[in-house]
């Protein structure tokens, strides 16, 4: 029977085996000198088969007797080696992707905003919602990499149909007409929510850059036919147009001396 948890008591024989072989090698060999670990192995292997035909005190039977007596009682070991899984929790976002370990995986699009359970392994990713698995992906060994089950997207009709991606092309449309037919490029693949994200911080950049710069970033992405982020981000940060700069007014001051002081 296996042992219980928490209570040592239960492997008391199995464990104070080791320790009364251990003394009883030590007794037999302590006038004998090894000269080699394989000299060493050989005599532990050999007195190890004359320990087990050894008769028990308590049970009266030898321990290869209690062996064979158990032995119908084994189970096979499993085929694969058993793999310490790690923990994650994430929210799926409205691109039916949640992120772990630098990669994108795929979850069913009715559980959008909720908080799922990641249990992966080497290997394997599984995503759990309320103790039921709901995906199971190869686990990717590069980064930023999207992994996807078609499956777990909404039907065509409603992607396409969806509030948020409409909402980006509205906004895009709003900003000029270079990253409107970025936008609508990048959102017009065969799995437009795959770039959700990627189109969300590319209108994100209007809080930070002038429409002007960005329309002209956006121009020169058009032209050699990138849609990412990264891309766009330099384009800005490289810009050596100058900013037009607002000049300073000075408020009247009772205590500067005026131009009638001077002749």
Not at 35 to 60: A, P, V, Y
Request: hydrophobic content about 35%.
């Amino acid at each position: 029977m296996p042992a219980r948890v928490r209570t040592p008591k239960d492997k008391a024989i199995v464990e104070r085996s080791i320790q009364i072989f251990q003394r009883w090698f030590f007794w037999k060999v302590r006038h004998r000198t090894f000269t080699s670990l394989l000299e060493l192995n050989q005599c532990l292997d050999k007195h190890l088969e004359i320990f087990h035909q050894k008769k028990h005190r308590i049970f009266q039977k030898s321990r290869a007797e209690m062996f064979l007596s158990e032995k119908s009682f084994l189970s096979a070991l499993p085929l694969s080696p058993y793999e310490v899984a790690t923990h994650h929790r994430a929210t799926l976002h409205t691109d039916c992707h949640l992120q772990f370990d630098k990669n994108y995986y795929s979850a069913p699009f009715m559980l959008r905003g909720n908080i799922l359970d990641v249990w992966a392994t080497s290997t394997t990713v599984e995503i759990f919602y309320e103790a039921t698995r709901i995906a199971f992906h190869n686990r990717s060994q590069t980064t930023a990499k999207h992994i996807t089950d078609t499956k777990h997207y909404p039907p065509e009709h409603q992607a396409y149909a969806e509030t948020t991606p409409q909402r980006l092309r509205e906004i895009a449309k709003e900003i000029g007409p270079e990253i409107s037919e970025l936008i609508h490029r990048l959102l017009s693949g065969a799995f437009p929510l795959q770039f959700l994200r990627r189109a969300q911080g590319i209108v994100s950049l209007r809080k930070v850059y002038e429409v002007k710069q960005l329309e002209a970033a956006a121009k020169k992405a058009n032209i050699f036919k990138q849609t990412s982020y990264g891309f766009l981000k330099r384009l800005l940060k490289n810009d050596r147009t100058p900013q037009p700069q607002t000049p300073l007014k000075r408020e009247s001051n009772p205590h500067l001396r005026g131009a009638e002081l001077f002749h």
